[in-house]
């Protein structure tokens, strides 16, 4: 969501220059140039609606969040008041959709445990909330920080390169490893963003 609303702003932004052009086009009598933008974009402006935008205000903007209703609202008025026109077909610059943004945790019937050993919720483990509720009985294996990452020089770093982790779960640590030089740690932190886990 954060990067739908950075391109919503830069769009704000190249329609506010290219109607501050086109006013200028047409006091010099180049209706012809309409279309075009203005290669300047003044730091104030930028400056002004970036700072709301990331303001604590907006909570972080998060999908289906008051931050995120606000950001909405906010770039809805720019919208209007440079009279855009929504979408065909559609009655306005919104289009809504449907999404789960979480699951509450059951915290009576949420247990988790090894080799007989039953651990405490929210404080040995903290189940993720972005997946429904399922019962998972299976063997467990811990495959450090669950990244595959490879670089220069045949640089490879492999958390399952000697476990078999197939129809069992797997127990990863979060983050990446300490101790890294700045290029491995970019790798790591690259492997780290693209989900695979």
Known sequence: MKKLITITLAAVLAFQLSAQ???KSKEKGNEGLNHHF???IKSVELEEKLTYIASDELEGRMTGSKGMKLAQDYVTAIFTDLGLEPLAKAEDYNWPFDF???YDVDTENNEFVVDGKKWELNKDFIPL???KNAELESNVVFAGYGLKVEGANNYSYN??????????????LQGIPEGLDKERE???ERALASGYK
């Open 129 to 131: 909330s972005s997946s």
């Open 159 to 172: 958390s399952y390169s000697n476990i078999e982790v197939k129809d069992k779960i797997v127990m990863v």
């Open 21 to 23: 052009e086109n006013t």
């Open 38 to 40: 203005s290669p300047e």
């Open 186 to 188: 970019e790798l790591f």
């Open 100 to 102: 789960v943004a979480g």
